[in-house]
């Protein structure tokens, strides 16, 4: 379907504040799927330029602390063409390490076959970091540090149900 809007959406997903990954669908079953085009906002993120990301698989900004579970439901997803999101952290050119949000949907030819893969990311390394500051003010006391009652309590009902399944 065509629409005459007067403007083009390639201008829209280069101008937008959040990162944009094309990545050309693998070909065979080993066969991991190439970055194709990224925004600037990928540019101004990860450290990485255009030239740079081109060619190379999408996980190439995982490092020794991305969620491998994480990054297993991602490649199945990608395998059989499922939409998905989830959150991952990864690294900077720099090595500094930012948390993001992660869109992932297949891109269909028209024969139906997946044809590309697209990835929206959203910077949440903020909100991520907001999170475990919260959860360890939760679970800690401000003055020893040492955890606290509700911590003990989240423990202790952990422990009784595994308990109960494993009898």
């Not at 959406?9 to 944009?20: G, L, Y």
């Not at 500094?96 to 044809?115: H, R």
């Not at 939760?138 to 540090?145: I, K, N, P, V, Y």
Request: glycine content about 6%.
């Amino acid at each position: 379907m065509q629409i005459d809007t007067g403007f083009s959406f390639s201008d829209i997903v280069a101008k937008a504040n959040d990162s944009v990954i094309v990545a050309k669908a693998a070909a065979g079953k080993s066969a991991k799927p190439k970055i194709v085009y990224v925004n600037a906002a990928f540019c101004r993120l990860s450290g990485y330029s255009e030239k740079e990301a081109i060619g190379k698989a999408p996980g190439f900004m995982d490092g020794p602390d991305t969620d491998p579970e994480a990054r297993t439901r991602v490649e199945d997803a990608v395998k059989v063409g499922r939409h998905m999101r989830t959150r991952l952290l990864q690294y900077a050119k720099d090595g500094t390490t930012y948390w993001v949000d992660v869109n992932i949907m297949p891109l269909f030819g028209s024969d139906g076959e997946v044809t590309h893969i697209a990835a929206i990311q959203r910077d949440v390394t903020a909100d991520v970091l907001r999170e475990q500051e919260l959860m360890s003010l939760a679970t800690t006391d401000d003055l020893t540090g040492a955890k606290n009652r509700r911590h003990f309590m989240e423990r202790a009902e952990l422990e009784v149900h595994r308990l109960r399944r494993h009898r």
